[in-house]
C-alpha cells in the first residue's frame, strides 16, 4: 500500500523559531507533494506543494525541500507566529493518473507566544 | 460564496442506527471524496466519487456508504456494520483533471451515544 510516513506527531515551537516537518515515501511514481493547513474545527486547506523537478519551492515564511533521492521531503516555517499553531499534513499523489491524495499521519504545530 | 457545506457540525449516533452526513458543493467540481480523521492517523480515504452516478471504494470502505445523484451533493451513511464510527469527517471536492488540488469541507464530527 502506498504510504507517507510524517513526523515528528507533535512540536513545540516558541515565537520566532523555525518549525520543520518531515515527510518519507516510499512509492517513487509519486510525483506531486502538497501540504495542507487544518486549524481546530475545520477542514484542512492546501499551503503550498512541490513537484520532484526542483529541490526547494519558498512561499512567503513557508519552504518545501524535496530531496528526491531520499524520498523524503519537509515543510519548513520561517519566524514562526501563534498564527501557525494549526496541524500540518503532507500528501503525495500521481499527477494525471487520476489517483487520490496519499496523506501523512499530521502533525501538530504549537507556537509559544 | 464558493464552497463546500457540510452539515450537521456535530452528530450523534445510537446503536444499531444508520446516520447520513451532508456535503454540498458549489465548485462545479466533479470529482468529490469522504476522509476519516482519527488522532495520529492522518486522513484516510473512505469513498470517492469522480462522475455523477459513480464512485469508488477507498482504503477504509467498510461499514460505510454513498451516493452520487447530483453533481453537487457526495451524502456519506455511516451504517451500523461500522462498529467505531466516532470520528472527525471531512468532505473534500476537486476539479476532475486536477485531483492534486483538494478543497475541503468544514467537517462533521460523529460520536456514539
Known amino acids: 500500500q502506498q504510504q507517507v510516513k510524517q513526523s515528528p506527531q507533535s512540536l513545540i515551537v516558541q515565537k520566532g523559531g523555525i518549525s520543520i516537518i518531515n515527510c518519507a515515501y516510499e512509492?517513487?511514481?509519486?510525483?506531486?507533494f502538497p501540504w495542507y493547513q487544518q486549524f481546530p474545527g475545520k477542514g484542512p486547506a492546501l499551503l503550498i506543494a512541490i513537484r520532484p523537478d526542483v529541490s526547494e519551492k519558498k512561499e512567503g515564511r513557508f519552504t518545501i525541500s524535496f530531496n528526491k533521492s531520499a524520498k523524503q521531503f519537509s515543510l519548513h516555517i520561517m519566524d514562526s507566529q501563534p498564527g501557525d499553531s494549526a496541524t500540518y499534513f503532507c500528501a503525495a499523489s500521481i499527477r494525471g493518473s487520476g489517483s487520490r491524495l496519499t496523506f501523512g499521519e499530521g502533525t501538530q504545530l504549537t507556537v509559544n507566544p | 460564496d464558493g464552497g463546500i457545506t457540510q452539515s450537521p457540525k456535530y452528530l450523534f449516533r445510537k446503536e444499531g442506527q444508520n446516520v447520513t452526513l451532508s456535503c454540498e458543493q458549489n465548485l462545479n467540481h466533479d470529482a468529490m471524496y469522504w476522509y476519516r480523521q482519527d488522532p495520529g492517523q492522518g486522513l484516510r480515504l473512505i469513498y470517492y466519487?469522480?462522475?455523477?452516478?459513480?464512485?469508488q471504494k477507498g482504503d477504509i470502505a467498510e461499514g460505510y456508504s454513498v451516493s452520487r445523484e447530483k453533481k453537487e451533493s457526495f451524502p456519506l451513511t455511516v451504517t451500523s456494520a461500522q462498529k467505531n464510527p466516532t470520528a472527525f469527517y471531512l468532505c473534500?471536492?476537486?476539479?476532475?483533471?486536477?485531483?492534486?488540488?483538494?478543497?475541503f469541507g468544514a467537517g462533521t464530527r460523529l460520536s456514539v451515544l
Open positions: 473534500a471536492s476537486s476539479l476532475r483533471d486536477n485531483k492534486n488540488i483538494q478543497y
Open positions: 512509492n517513487t511514481a509519486f510525483d506531486y
Open positions: 466519487s469522480q462522475i455523477v452516478n459513480d464512485f
